[in-house]
């Protein structure tokens, strides 16, 4: 008997559309004597997602795993019976769980699938206005050179490696930010919501903050003798 496996990734924006490779790579991990059926209907991946159209619904009576973005009412009801496993490429599941309590549905989801993105673009804001940036665009779009102010640090800039870093919340997200904090030499600290078993409430990053701060006092001791010695 053929088994079933429902893709229901089809999202309207690029970004979260599954890449065709993805459902080859599907296809050929589950092998001999499974149907993957590629729903080609737009599914909603905005927040839970769980668009629910017809033609899903169509595809699930008898399937035993589904994909989609969240896992709609619809789709619970035409699989009852024979859906096992169902898998969310959101993060979220809230507006997934009141439908499927009771009906012995495996559920998982994405869990930090927005870690990386997101940790970059913390990162990227970070240096924005750590190095001033914000203050050149401004003084750009006036048309005014500020090399005086900048070298009169009349408008600061630091170096990233000068900054500390809190990071409130260890998941997917909150630990790719701090390891990238910890790899551009910033003074990093995070907590969890709670210890876990074997496991501090804090990262294992002190030893690598404070190695940095020693460098960085190393190279601004190193900094002020050169200045010493050019006003000799």
């Known amino acids: 008997m053929t088994r079933r496996l429902v893709v229901d990734l089809a999202s309207p924006l690029a970004a979260w559309r599954v890449p065709p490779a993805a459902v080859r790579d599907v296809r050929a991990a589950l092998g001999a004597g499974w149907e993957v059926v590629e729903v080609q209907a737009p599914a909603?991946?905005?927040?839970?997602?769980?668009?629910?159209?017809?033609?899903?619904?169509?595809?699930?009576?008898g399937a035993e795993i589904y994909l989609g973005y969240g896992v709609p009412a619809g789709v619970v009801a035409a699989g009852r019976g024979t859906l096992r496993w169902a898998h969310s490429g959101t993060a979220g599941v809230g507006a997934t769980l009141?439908?499927?309590?009771?009906?012995?549905?495996?559920?998982?989801?994405?869990?930090?699938v927005h870690a990386v993105p997101i940790a970059d673009w913390a990162m990227a804001a970070i240096g924005y206005f750590a190095r001033g940036?914000?203050?050149?665009?401004?003084?750009?779009?006036?048309?005014?050179?500020?090399?005086?102010?900048?070298?009169?640090?009349?408008?600061?800039?630091?170096?990233?490696?000068?900054?500390?870093l809190g990071v409130f919340g260890l998941g997917g997200i909150g630990g790719?930010?701090?390891?990238?904090?910890?790899?551009?030499?910033?003074?990093?600290?995070?907590?969890r919501a709670k210890a876990r078993a074997g496991r501090p409430a804090g990262?294992?990053?002190?030893?690598?903050?404070?190695?940095?701060?020693?460098?960085r006092g190393r190279e601004r001791r190193l900094r002020d003798r050169g200045a010493a010695h050019g006003r000799d």
């Open 203 to 215: 990262p294992p990053l002190g030893w690598r903050a404070d190695r940095s701060a020693k460098a």
């Open 44 to 61: 909603a991946s905005d927040g839970d997602g769980g668009s629910g159209t017809p033609e899903v619904v169509a595809a699930a009576r």
């Open 98 to 112: 009141p439908h499927l309590g009771g009906t012995g549905i495996v559920l998982t989801n994405s869990a930090a």
């Open 176 to 191: 790719a930010i701090a390891r990238r904090g910890v790899a551009l030499e910033m003074s990093v600290a995070g907590v």
């Open 133 to 164: 940036l914000d203050r050149m665009r401004e003084l750009q779009a006036a048309g005014h050179w500020a090399r005086r102010e900048f070298a009169d640090l009349a408008i600061p800039v630091r170096e990233l490696g000068e900054l500390r």
